[in-house]
């Protein structure tokens, strides 16, 4: 760290952005508080603006937003297509031959693709779903790695109305199948394998045993690599069925309120839940996000590390940017294969000017040592975001200097998979607080409270909550409409984040993690209830209870207490067998990185576990009220 930056911590001072980012940004620190001021008072005319300035409408709306609470819908009577927006329009507008996607991957293939390109292929695809018999409203779920033929296959379920439930290709095949059979999905188009620090990863095995018996499932679409796999019965071949159909295709006005995806994430159950989101509010408020958090320009090269996978990938990879008509580069590989310098690499050799991470990315970095991005030539970036957990200070600190060279913005974005996008963020011309995610974005109206709902004083841990609907807000959980109004009862009719906050005199929000059972490894959401069942399920054990513990580069990791069945006897092959059992259940993500063998868990007179006891236990901290414990 330079002495610098240590004073500035030290002071706890704010930042500024460097000044040619401040002199060409789109919003200044005087905008931000004017037109949030603004945006406040009137939210239906500020987005009513916004969304005839940003977006292409084929209807224009009637009602800007009509709320019957709990429920809401933005721009109703509004038709538009999400992938006109993203396509069709910017090549009306002369930018055919603008590169859309680099594609790379850990051999340094390469792939680039514009967007006259990139609409061809989606009307393709998008043709022969429609042949396939696929029609509006049909679930489509798609379990592939981040490749252009993953961004196709989304952009084309959109392109007809199909909604896209996309999921990550490192779940498990049970995980898989949960959320085929939740989503009921009639297609499912899937990557042969994936690569990953030199080694095949299958995924069209992990289909097969997740899709069996599923008779509801009339087609597998596979897309296959260089390995070729031999297709039986309900598959096709990802390029063969689309090899007759037109590379023309007209965007189908859809109404505003058409469902776009649906996003399975976790909750504080076993089950995650469907979160779903619709075209026209998604549309806009990813778009507006996109351009101000990282001011985009027409020449930037845009890269965002997230994978498609998860909402920061659905909304910073695809819909976002390309809405924006922005060039982003992808890339299929690990953060450290074949070394930890393959990043700084990628953005000194494609001149990446705005990045976008995770601080536990961050964290990996700063322990592989600062000689590794020092070995690049990184004066191409102007803009760091950050994404999915609190980046303390250190980290953030760390970011600024070795990655942006004390001559970036770092900014950071709070969101969730059920806000669409950026709640809280520091715009890059807006003064920065290392640690502090930031101030609200236009139109959201935040408020850290106390349990009755009511207004918390400044610098007072309470609950964090957004008080009126915003366009992207998620508007159900898919056939679980009780899990939606949740969100907007358990809080005085606030959405209710489950998130602890901070609130500073500037109005600068800290977020200080979740207030609810849900972890946060890695960036990466996953509920302590999830990883119970599947320890659980496992034939030798009785009962489970699961804790977060503070980890160095994850942020989080998982430990599991487990009281085994009776007549089993602890071993290292147990334990093995255990952790097996999770990956097999949910996935390398909600493996526990330590399983310790109990007879007892403390619980409540009415039986519930207390995890609060176990955790304060294990890190040695007060245990607090203990007057309901049992035992
Ligand atoms: C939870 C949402 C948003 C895309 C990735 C995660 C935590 C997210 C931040 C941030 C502090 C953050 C919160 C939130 N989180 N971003 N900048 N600072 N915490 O999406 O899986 O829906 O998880 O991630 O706890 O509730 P998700």
Not at 175 to 180: E, F, T
Not at 197 to 204: D, P
Request: with cysteine.
């Amino acid at each position: 760290m330079s002495d610098e930056s240590e004073v500035l911590l030290q002071a706890k001072q704010e930042f500024q952005a460097p000044a040619n980012i401040i002199a060409n940004a789109a919003i200044s620190e005087a905008g931000y508080e004017k037109l949030y001021a603004e945006s406040i008072a009137d939210p239906e005319k500020f987005w009513a603006k916004i969304a005839s300035e940003e977006l292409h409408w084929h209807k224009k709306w009637d009602t800007v937003l009509e709320w019957n609470y709990p429920d809401y819908k933005w721009f109703s009577g509004g038709e538009l297509n999400i992938t006109y927006n993203c396509l069709d329009r910017h090549i009306a507008g002369g930018k055919e031959n603008t590169l859309a996607y680099i594609y790379t991957n850990e051999e340094g293939k390469e792939e680039r693709i514009t967007y006259g390109e990139l609409l061809k292929k989606v009307n393709k695809f998008a043709n022969g779903l429609k042949e396939m018999g696929v029609v509006k409203g049909d679930r489509i779920t798609v379990y592939m790695p981040l490749t252009i033929e993953q961004i196709v296959a989304i952009l084309a379920c959109a392109r007809i109305g199909a909604i896209h439930s996309v999921v990550y290709a490192g779940f498990s095949a049970s995980a898989l199948r949960l959320r085929i059979e939740e989503s009921q999905s009639k297609v499912i188009i899937c990557s042969a394998y994936t690569k990953r620090r030199g080694k095949i990863i299958l995924l069209k095995s992990v289909v097969d045993e997740a899709v069996d018996g599923l008779v509801y499932v009339e087609k597998i679409i596979v897309h296959q690599r260089e390995e070729k796999f031999e297709l039986v019965e309900k598959e096709v071949d990802y390029y063969d069925f689309i090899i007759d159909q037109s590379d023309e295709m007209t965007a189908e006005p859809m109404d505003a309120e058409q469902p776009l995806f649906i996003l399975y994430t976790s909750g504080t159950t076993g089950k995650p839940k469907g979160v779903l989101h619709t075209t026209g509010g998604y549309n806009l408020f990813t778009h507006y996000t996109t351009r101000l958090a990282f001011d985009l320009k027409p020449d930037d090269i845009y890269w965002c590390t997230a994978d498609t996978g998860w909402v920061t990938g659905h909304s910073y990879i695809v819909y976002g940017p390309l809405s924006n008509g922005a060039t982003s580069l992808i890339f299929e590989g690990a953060p450290d294969f074949p070394d930890p310098g393959v990043w700084w690499g990628l953005i000194e050799k494609y001149k990446v000017t705005k990045f976008y991470t995770a601080p536990t990315a961050v964290r990996l970095f700063m322990k592989y040592g600062e000689a590794w991005p020092a070995k690049y030539d990184l004066s191409s970036l102007k803009i760091l975001g950050s994404v999915g957990e609190p980046i303390n200070p250190e980290a953030w600190l760390w970011y600024y200097k070795n990655i942006g060279r004390n001559n970036c913005v770092v900014i950071d974005t709070w969101w969730q998979t059920e806000t669409g996008g950026h709640m809280i963020l520091s715009l890059p011309a807006c003064k920065q607080k290392p640690g502090r995610a930031g101030r609200p974005f236009f139109g959201v109206e935040t408020d850290v409270v106390n349990k009755n709902g009511e207004s918390l004083p400044a610098n007072t841990v309470g609950l964090l909550v957004i008080k009126k609907p915003w366009p992207s807000a998620l508007r159900t959980c898919y056939n679980d409409a009780p899990r939606f109004q949740q969100y907007w009862t358990e809080m005085k009719g606030f959405y209710f984040a489950g998130d602890l906050a901070t609130k500073d005199e500037d109005g600068f929000i800290m977020i200080l993690g979740r207030s609810d059972d849900v972890l946060n490894v890695s960036g990466h959401r996953i509920g302590t209830a999830e990883v119970e069942s599947a320890l659980v399920s496992c034939e030798s054990i009785a009962e489970a209870a699961v804790i977060g513990k503070p980890h160095e580069i994850k942020g989080q990791s998982i430990k599991a207490f487990v009281i085994l069945r009776q007549g089993v006897v602890p071993s290292e092959t147990l334990l093995q067998t255990v952790k097996n059992h999770v990956r097999n259940e949910l996935g390398a993500i909600g493996m526990p990185d330590e399983i310790e063998f109990v007879d007892k868990l403390p619980k409540t007179r009415s039986g519930k576990i207390m995890r609060r006891v176990l955790k304060a236990k294990e890190l040695g901290t007060e245990i607090g009220d203990v007057s309901t414990l049992e035992d």
